[in-house]
Each structure stands twice: as structure tokens, then as C-alpha cells.
T-cell receptor, first 114, second 111 residues
Framework: DAGVIQSPRHEVTEMGQEVTLRCKPI?????LFWYRQTMMRGLELLIY????????DSGMPEDRFSAKMPNASFSTLKIQPSEPRDSAVYFC????????????FGPGTRLLVL | GENVEQHPSTLSVQEGDSAVIKCTYS??????FPWYKQELGKRPQLIID?????GEKKDQRIAVTLNKTAKHFSLHITETQPEDSAVYFC??????????FGAGTRLTVKP
């Protein structure tokens, strides 16, 4: 099992540019979560999907952030336009669902917006 | 929604001593309580979890206790070692809903 896969692992971009983060959940998992982690705010849930359907996006900071899950094996988190305050580590996690509630995290994408 | 509070935010212990981290939650419907360990620059990884139908669970030097009446749960690490140094997060969830994390505890084990 390859675990949750995220790409890119590191991203450096300039303010105003579009950033797209990608996630491949563990095969057979039916829930996917996007988190943002900073020193100041800790680990924040941005949005999560059950069976590819967005369930709760109340954690998405503002309209500059959007997330999609077109199929069970792929999700994207897009920031457009990016700002320096978006600099953080973005984690994707997946969960099998049903009686299996454990979330498994990907390696994260370290984003730096200059 | 669920709110999870975690204390202390930092904890320093001498190698061989025990460490205890405490969390409280607000939603009495929460029934799953995992603990994650995050080493510097790495992803959070599950170290132990407990469900609401048990009061205590142990795995070698790690144990978790749950008090549903008081809505709090704790992580206990005995015989701490330098490699236990990390940030520890508690979390709470119910069913297939989202999971809420505590703010984290930075544990330092001094050799």
C-alpha cells in the first residue's frame, strides 16, 4: 500500500499566482480531508469529502480557495490568487469509512508564497 | 460542532519519567478518540486510539484513558525516551463526520 500521495512536496510561488495541490488517497478509502498547518493556527480542517462529495467546506478561508474530487482516486486544492499568508504545510488525509475511522495523512505539501 | 482543547501546550520531562497530555471535548456524541504523533517535518501518524465503549487502552509504553462522563481523555507515556520528543495531537470524531484536533503538545524528553 503506497499510502496517501501528495504532490508537489514543495512549492515556491509568487503572490498572485495560482497554486494547485494534488492528492491521491489510499485505494478503497471513501473519505478525503484537506488540512492546513501553521505554527500560529495549528492543524486546521479546510474541507472534507465523503464518496467524492464535499460535505463541509466551512474551514476554507475564503473564495480564493477551492477543492475538487472528480473521482475516488484524486483530489485537488487550488489557491487563486495566492497570498503570502497562505504559506503553510497542506496535508491531505484519507479514511476508509464505515467502522474504520482512522485518518491516514499524506506527507504534505510545503507551500511558500513570496 | 465539536471543540477539542489540549493541555499543556509544551511539556518537558527527563528521560525515563512519565508524560501525561490531557484533552477535553464538547460533543457528547463523539465516540472515537485518536492520538497522533508528529515529528519535525513529518506527517502526523496515529499512535493509539480509543473508542467510547472502553475506558482504557494500552500499547507497550503508551496508554490512553477516556472519561465519557467528564468528556476528557488523556495520553500517558511511561519510561520516556528521547525519540518520544515530538508534537502530539489529540482528536475527537463521531461516525463518518469530520475529526477535530487539539492544538498540540510539544513534548521534549531530555537525555
Amino acid at each position: 500500500d503506497a499510502g496517501v500521495i501528495q504532490s508537489p512536496r514543495h512549492e515556491v510561488t509568487e503572490m498572485g499566482q495560482e497554486v494547485t495541490l494534488r492528492c491521491k488517497p489510499i485505494s478503497g478509502h471513501n473519505s478525503l480531508f484537506w488540512y492546513r498547518q501553521t505554527m500560529m493556527r495549528g492543524l486546521e480542517l479546510l474541507i472534507y469529502f465523503n464518496n467524492n462529495v464535499p460535505i463541509d467546506d466551512s474551514g476554507m478561508p475564503e473564495d480564493r480557495f477551492s477543492a475538487k474530487m472528480p473521482n475516488a482516486s484524486f483530489s485537488t486544492l487550488k489557491i487563486q490568487p495566492s497570498e503570502p499568508r497562505d504559506s503553510a504545510v497542506y496535508f491531505c488525509a484519507s479514511r476508509r469509512g464505515g467502522t474504520e475511522e482512522t485518518q491516514y495523512f499524506g506527507p504534505g505539501t510545503r507551500l511558500l508564497v513570496l | 460542532g465539536e471543540n477539542v482543547e489540549q493541555h499543556p501546550s509544551t511539556l518537558s520531562v527527563q528521560e525515563g519519567d512519565s508524560a501525561v497530555i490531557k484533552c477535553t471535548y464538547s460533543d457528547s456524541a463523539s465516540n472515537y478518540f485518536p492520538w497522533y504523533k508528529q515529528e519535525l517535518g513529518k506527517r502526523p501518524q496515529l499512535i493509539i486510539d480509543i473508542r467510547s465503549n472502553v475506558g482504557e487502552k494500552k500499547d507497550q509504553r503508551i496508554a490512553v484513558t477516556l472519561n465519557k462522563t467528564a468528556k476528557h481523555f488523556s495520553l500517558h507515556i511511561t519510561e520516556t525516551q528521547p525519540e518520544d520528543s515530538a508534537v502530539y495531537f489529540c482528536a475527537a470524531s463521531m461516525g463518518n463526520n469530520d475529526m477535530r484536533f487539539g492544538a498540540g503538545t510539544r513534548l521534549t524528553v531530555k537525555p
